[in-house]
């Protein structure tokens, strides 16, 4: 069974920089793609971006320039540094695995961490 | 961006009622569009991708239908534990992009 359980501080100060880790178990890092999605209290569901194994990644552009998501294959896990946070920022932050059903672009999120509130306060 | 567009954003039902949420993109998507459940407290699960193909373990008074720009999630009888928020998603480019949700609660 595929699990992943993200992992950060729930607090972070404005203008500093947001770090979550997800562990996925029960499934190799090295198959599909791993992906962070946020949603702010009360709100709908963002999407961040994903990664590849090789470390390809890519971005939602709304974001783009304070992101960076990384893979570390050694340890089953993918990370997500979110830079210069300010209040908007706060949120429950989902990692998921994100799947290709199709050749072209179907794309599907499978399986989802449990979300792990991060709020950005002084 | 897509845009994609749910309506209602609320509905009331009672148990046994057939339930319609409708998703809209902003262009053509053809079929690449994907429906999540989610409860509070909870992360999305997934109920429908390529608009209409039910996901492992779903029940099958969940369907789902629609190509290019408009899209429907159906419950054919609503259950106890169907009220709950729905999303829809589409995967046709990036960046990913979701509808505002529509909640289902008991009437």
């Known amino acids: 069974q595929v699990q992943l359980q993200e992992s950060g501080p729930g607090l972070v100060k404005p203008s500093e920089t947001l770090s979550l880790t997800c562990t996925v178990s029960?499934?190799?890092?090295?198959?599909?793609?791993w992906s962070w999605i946020r949603q702010p209290p009360g709100k709908g569901l963002e999407w961040i971006g994903y990664i590849h194994y090789s470390g390809s990644a890519n971005y939602n552009p709304s974001l783009k320039s304070r992101v960076t998501i990384s893979v570390d294959t050694s340890k089953n896990q993918f990370s997500l540094k979110l830079s210069s946070v300010t209040a908007a920022d706060t949120a429950v932050y989902y990692c998921?695995?994100?799947?290709?059903?199709?050749?072209?672009?179907?794309?599907?999120?499978?399986?989802w961490g449990q979300g792990t509130l991060v709020t950005v306060s002084s | 961006d897509i845009q994609m567009t749910q309506s209602p954003s609320s509905l009331s039902a009672s148990v046994g009622d057939r339930v319609t949420i409708t998703c809209r993109a902003s262009?053509?998507?053809?079929?690449?569009l994907n429906w999540y459940q989610q409860k509070p407290g909870k992360a999305p699960k997934l109920l429908i991708y390529?608009?209409?193909s039910l996901q492992g373990g779903v029940p099958s008074r969940f369907s789902g239908s629609g190509s290019g720009t408009d899209f429907t999630l159906t419950i054919s009888s609503l259950q106890p534990e169907d009220f709950a928020t729905y999303y829809c998603q589409q995967s046709y480019s990036t960046p990913f992009t979701f509808g505002g949700g529509t909640k289902v609660e008991i009437k």
């Open positions: 262009q053509s998507i053809s079929n690449y």
């Open positions: 390529a608009a209409s």
């Open positions: 998921a695995r994100l799947r290709g059903y199709d050749i072209l672009t179907g794309y599907l999120f499978d399986y």
């Open positions: 029960g499934d190799s890092i090295r198959s599909y793609y």
